[in-house]
């Protein structure tokens, strides 16, 4: 079957007059349709600008796309004009940030939002009778009570603001929704509710999710895979089993996970790992976590690192070389 969204050797460069920094650097990653994938990694991975680079919303006048391909079912977004891209957003893709005031029209009702966002999409050809019972609906589903759809974004809390945009961005049941740190702006308990809220709508309407989080207590909850990012690469990706369960891991994400002997143990915030990540405008050369890792040899210093797969586990490492016999690949 076809994937929902392939991202192929996606590279993107940031370009300044002083400066070439090279953000993410030839990804590989894909979605099945109802699959909840978070992309994980500290701040300055590249995670934000790969999921920005498959709307074509990178800061256009330093963001570049070097190379790669963006497929929404086979379909590459990276060759959509700007108007076709606008039809996607909203459409097949939606996006919510960490500040749901990003999306949110600080002086518009909230149910006239999702309506007027319903009828920039309206390719059933609502009535205007249909659209609001959806926006009504929409409301209802995340929780907010349908006799409050004439009030303004001020008048709701901060959890209660993110609900408004998940409601917004889920109101044309996109194929994809892209969430950049949903929950973070909010307190444990609300964050909790919003993941589980993302969680059950998942459940009701097959939406896939691409969740990008530094918190892998977040990844726990509501994943079905995770991919873990560092210097613009991957460097590991696998389900929820093998990252959580499997017995190796690339050395990052070791790091990540800390000292934490159960790695089921939820609510784990990342932990800070020696060192700083490169400068994407001065990368090392071979492995990028090269500087930062203990188990570092003099091949990792040189050269490209090979990925090894075992079953739906990748990891881009030189030491798994020796666990060949244990079924990991070069692939
Ligand atoms: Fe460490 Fe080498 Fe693996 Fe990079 S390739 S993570 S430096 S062991």
Redesign the pocket.
Known sequence: EEKLLEIKNLEVHYITETADMKVVNGINLSLEHGETLGLVGETGAGKTTTALSILNLLPSRVGKIKGGQVLLEGKDLLKEDKEEIRQVRGERISMIFQDPMSSLNPVMRVGDQIAENLELHNREKRSKEDIENRVCEMLELVGIPSSRRNEYPHQFSGGMKQRVGIAMALACSPQLLIADEPTTALDVTIQSQVLTLMEDLKKKMGTSILLITHDLGVVAEICDSVAIMYAGELVERGSIYDIFEGKHH???TKGLFGSIPDLTAKRSRLTPIDGLMPDPADLPAG?K??PR?K???EK?KIGA?PVYKNGSHKIQ???MEKEEKDGWKIC
């Open positions: 690339h050395p990052y492995c976590f090269h890792c188990s570092c040899m990792c690192v490492c030189h030491l």
